[in-house]
C-alpha cells in the first residue's frame, strides 16, 4: 500500500436533514425555510423540494444496512430543527426526537459512530419570520434546542457539531438569497454571520455543562489565491475575500476575537450595537475538534472598479476567476492541492486543533454501465483528495477523519435533485438505491486504511 493512514482514522460519509429525510410533514415536523424558499417562483431547480427527497425518515434503516455493508466507520447527520421542535421554540415534539433516537440505535447496533449536527440550514420558518439569524434571540433558542437533543441523545451520540457552514447560511442566505430565505441585504448577512458565531458560542457551552465531551464546528474553508501572488494589490484582493470566507469564522473561535478589520465591517455595515459586551468570549469557548469541508480553492485577481461581491462585504475591485482545468459538474475546479494547503495553513495558524473532513466530494453526471453506475471521475476525484489528506499528514497535519459528500444522492439545494453527489445512486421515481463505483471503490479504501 501507497498511502497508508494512522491507526484509528475516522472513514466516513455524511448527509444532511433537509436533503435526505422527506417527510416534511409527519410526525409533527413544522415548516422550515427551505419548505417555504423551495416554493418561491424560480428559486430551486424545476421546482423541486425536499417534501420526499430520499425517504430517509422511512427508509433510514435500509440506509443504515447499506453503510455497513460498505464498512463505514463513521456517520455525519443532522437533526431537522423543525422535526424538534416545529416552531423553533418551546417543548420538544417527542415524535420528532424518535425519530433520531431510531436512527441512533440503528446506527450503533450496525457498528458506525453517529456524529450529530445540530444545525444544517433547515431554520424553522417560524423563527424566520421573527427575523431570522438576523435576530439575536435565536441565538438563545439554538441552544436550548441544542440541549433538547443532547437531553435525549447525550447517552448514545458522543461526537457533535453545533453548525454547518455558517458562512453559506449568513451570506448564501441572507446576501444574495441564493439560498434560503432568500434575502439580499448585506446589513442582515452580517448580523446573521455574528448571530450564528454566537449560537455556536452559546450551544458549546451549554452542550460541555450537560456532559458532552466533543464539541465541534463544521466550516467551508478554502484557500483565497490570487492570480500573481507577487503582486501587492492582487495579495490585497485575496486577503480582504480571505477576511470575509475564512477568518471571520476561525479568529473569534480559535484566536479569541475578531480581526480589527472585520469588526469593523460588523460595526459599519450591519444595525447598531450588534456586537456586544462579552460576546466575543462566549464566541471563543474551546471545542474538541474543527471540521472542514473542502470542495475547492477560491481564484481570484485584483481590477479596480469591480463592484464589491456582496458574500464578501469589502471585496470591491476584486474579480472571481473561472477555473481554468478540469471541473465537477458544479462547474467547481478540481484541485486537490488546495485541500492540503489549506489543512497545512489551519495547522500553522490554529495549532492544537484536531481536524476533520466532515465534507469533500463531487457532483459529476453518472454514467450507467449494466445497472451499474460507473462514475470514474469521482473515484478519481476522492483518491486525489485523499492523496493531498496524507500529504497534509505526512507534514504533521493532525487529521483525524475523512467523511464523503455524500452517501446518496440528494437534494442539492438550489439545484433540486439533478446535480448528484452521492457515492449510491438514488433512483427518485422508485428510491432505488444502487451503490456507485465509487462506493466500492471507497469501500475498500476503508477496508485498508489507506491507497
Ligand atoms: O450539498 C452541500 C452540503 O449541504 C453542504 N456543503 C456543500 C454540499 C455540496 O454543495
Redo the contacts with the bound molecule.
Keep these: 500500500m501507497t498511502f497508508a493512514f494512522p491507526e484509528g482514522f475516522r472513514w466516513g460519509t455524511a448527509t444532511?436533514a433537509y436533503?435526505i429525510e422527506g417527510a416534511a410533514t409527519e410526525a409533527g415536523r413544522g415548516p422550515s425555510i427551505w419548505d417555504t424558499f423551495s416554493r418561491m417562483p424560480e428559486r430551486v431547480y424545476a421546482g423541486h423540494t425536499g417534501d420526499v427527497a430520499c425517504d430517509h425518515y422511512h427508509r433510514y434503516a435500509e440506509d443504515v444496512a447499506l453503510m455497513r455493508e460498505l464498512g463505514i466507520g463513521t456517520y455525519r447527520f443532522s437533526v431537522s430543527w423543525p422535526r424538534i421542535k416545529p416552531d423553533g421554540t418551546g417543548p420538544a415534539n417527542p415524535r420528532g426526537l424518535d425519530f433520531y433516537d431510531r436512527l441512533t440505535d440503528e446506527l450503533l447496533a450496525a457498528g458506525i459512530e453517529p456524529m450529530l449536527t445540530l444545525y444544517?440550514?433547515d431554520l424553522p420558518q417560524t423563527l424566520e419570520d421573527r427575523g431570522g439569524w438576523a435576530n439575536r434571540d435565536v441565538a438563545h433558542h439554538f441552544a436550548d434546542y441544542a440541549i433538547t437533543v443532547h437531553k435525549r441523545l447525550g447517552d448514545r451520540i458522543g461526537l457533535w457539531t453545533t453548525l454547518?457552514?455558517p458562512w453559506?447560511s449568513a451570506f448564501l442566505g441572507y446576501a444574495v438569497g441564493v439560498h434560503a430565505p432568500g434575502r439580499s441585504d448585506v446589513s442582515s448577512a452580517l448580523a446573521a454571520a455574528h448571530h450564528l458565531l454566537l449560537a455556536h458560542g452559546l450551544a458549546t457551552s451549554a452542550l460541555r455543562a450537560a456532559g458532552a465531551t466533543t464539541v465541534s464546528l463544521t466550516l467551508?474553508l478554502a484557500p483565497v489565491v490570487p492570480a500573481d501572488p507577487s503582486d501587492a494589490l492582487e495579495n490585497d484582493a485575496a486577503d480582504r475575500v480571505d477576511a470575509m470566507l475564512n477568518r471571520l469564522f476561525l479568529e473569534p473561535v480559535f484566536k479569541g476575537g475578531y480581526e480589527p478589520y472585520a469588526l469593523d465591517m460588523l460595526e459599519r455595515r450591519a444595525p447598531g450595537g450588534l456586537v456586544r459586551d462579552g460576546d466575543q468570549e462566549l464566541i471563543a469557548q474551546p471545542i474538541d475538534l474543527l471540521g472542514i469541508?473542502y470542495?475547492h480553492p477560491c481564484l481570484v485577481t485584483a481590477r479596480p472598479g469591480t463592484p464589491e461581491n456582496p458574500v464578501y462585504p469589502g471585496s470591491d475591485g476584486v474579480d472571481f476567476r473561472p477555473a481554468m482545468g478540469k471541473t465537477t459538474a458544479?462547474g467547481w475546479p478540481i484541485e486537490p492541492w488546495g485541500l492540503t494547503d489549506l489543512l497545512e495553513r489551519l495547522h500553522r495558524d490554529y495549532p492544537g486543533v484536531p481536524l476533520i473532513i466532515t465534507?469533500n466530494g463531487a457532483a459529476f453526471d453518472d454514467v450507467r454501465v449494466d445497472g451499474g453506475v460507473a462514475d470514474h471521475d469521482r473515484v478519481a476525484f476522492l483518491e486525489g483528495h485523499l492523496r493531498a489528506c496524507h500529504d497534509a499528514i505526512s507534514r504533521g497535519v493532525d487529521l483525524r477523519g475523512y467523511l464523503v459528500?455524500?452517501l446518496l444522492d440528494n437534494f442539492?439545494?438550489a439545484e433540486g435533485y439533478r446535480k448528484r453527489?452521492g457515492m449510491v445512486h438514488v433512483d427518485f421515481d422508485t428510491q432505488l438505491r444502487t451503490p456507485k463505483e465509487s462506493a466500492l471503490w471507497y469501500s475498500k479504501v476503508i477496508a485498508r486504511n489507506g491507497l
Design positions: 444532511a436533503q444544517h440550514w454547518n457552514e453559506c467551508n469541508n470542495y458544479m465534507e459528500w455524500s442539492e439545494w453527489f
